[in-house]
């Protein structure tokens, strides 16, 4: 794959959309292709708040708004029973059950000025439009005054970064997830990316993926969120916008933190890094290990194309359960997306054609509550 890239960038030739989708023995279930409709109140491409904030968003084909009192009941006054995790800007997440007895995931935002209603719009805007099985879905929004509150459908085994990275292990902590499931979480996450870059028109680029932001299901499959900092890219694939550098220290693309220069290679690098923390069980950046060990990305890259030192660096949660072909494959992949330079990296339809094969040598049952620390899984249908 490598040597095709480079072969690729030499002749100055690059893949097509319809090149990149062509594959008869593709997986990925089909969609149609999704054209992003600027909204009334979108200038430019980029949904923006001051003015636009007093603009009301209108009501969106299978999206339902709701009003504060009404989300207010349905987690219990917001008490902090129901609180199921916190994240950046003080974005609260709270277990709700809506008036129709569906159990909810309620993201409530504390707005930043124009940013804080941006991630807000960007958020309502693109989920009302993309509609695939590796993308949690929206299920509506609060616009009442002050308030920004989105609805989601509830991921009841929370983020893949809680199952590999625990804050404080006790005898609550699950036990790690085994390979079959890695590997199944790796191919609905590279079946989300792939969609959003080479699905949807214009492509759009996440830039803030990393393993926080993958919540797992009741069968422990996979699905993105969190679009907050998501942009439309150029209708050309790969094509690049500026932006400012917003994302997470230890995901982000190199070219990106130094130019601002964004494309969709960019949530490939990220891809890599979260494949390198399903392989090792390291986070991506950590201080406290012994020096040259504290970015995941440095301290992998020479290991990953060696076989004896790929071994060394798998998470010993996992006690040598696992293929070692397969591992050697994965490895080889992550190496490919978390190439310093982006045009080495490879598509997204690339790494899922890769996994693909690994999912479907698996020998037993899709991951269920009862079966996802057995040795084998294999992929849904």
């Known amino acids: 794959m490598l040597r095709r890239l480079k072969s690729a960038k030499r002749s100055g030739s690059s893949k097509s959309d319809s090149g990149a989708s062509s594959n008869s023995n593709c997986m990925f279930i089909a969609h149609s292709t999704i054209n992003i409709n600027v909204s009334p109140d979108v200038k430019g491409g980029c949904l923006y708040g001051g003015t636009s904030a007093r603009i009301p968003l209108a009501k969106l084909r299978g999206v339902q708004v709701f009003t504060y009192k009404e989300l207010e009941v349905a987690t219990n006054g917001f008490s902090e029973a129901n609180v199921i995790g916190n994240g950046a800007f003080g974005v ?7 008036r129709d007895g569906t159990v909810a995931a309620i993201k409530k935002l504390h707005r930043e000025g124009r940013q804080g209603e941006r991630a807000f719009r960007v958020e309502v805007d693109l ?17 009442d005054q002050h308030h920004r509150l989105l609805i989601f459908e509830c991921m009841p085994n929370g983020t893949l970064h809680h199952h590999l990275h625990p804050t404080q292990p006790s005898r609550n902590q699950p036990p790690p997830l085994n390979w079959g499931t890695r590997l199944c979480i790796a191919l609905d996450c590279a079946r989300a990316l792939e969609f959003l870059h080479e699905h949807a028109l214009p492509s759009v680029i996440h830039r803030d993926f990393k393993s926080g932001n993958i919540l797992l299901d009741q069968n422990f499959r996979a699905k993105v969120w969190d679009f907050g900092l998501a942009k439309t890219g150029s209708d050309k694939i790969n094509g690049q916008i500026s932006t400012r550098v917003l994302g997470t220290t ?15 290679k960019s949530d490939v690098y990220s891809y890599g890094v979260v494949l390198l923390e399903l392989l090792t069980g390291r986070v991506p950046v950590d201080t406290k290990r012994p020096p040259g ?5 440095s301290w992998a890259l020479p290991r990953l194309t060696n076989r004896e030192k790929v071994v060394e660096m798998v998470d010993p949660l996992l006690q040598g359960q696992y293929s070692k072909k397969d591992l050697i494959q994965v490895a080889a992949i992550a190496a490919m997306c978390v190439q310093a330079e982006a045009d080495y990296r490879p598509l997204m339809t690339d790494v899922v054609q890769s996994l693909i094969p690994l999912v479907k040598n698996l020998s037993s049952i899709c991951p269920s509550n009862s079966l996802r620390f057995s040795r084998t899984v294999s992929p849904k249908s």
């Not at 439009?129 to 509506?140: C, F, I, M, N, Q």
């Not at 060990?293 to 990305?297: A, D, I, M, P, T």
């Open 92 to 98: 609260v997440y709270y277990r709700g059950l809506l």
């Open 127 to 143: 989920l009302s439009r993309l509609h695939s099985p590796y993308l949690v879905e929206l299920l509506g929004y609060c616009a």
């Open 250 to 264: 230890g995901y982000l693309a190199p070219e990106y933190a130094s130019t601002g220069k964004l494309t969709t």
């Open 293 to 297: 060990e504290h970015v995941l990305v």
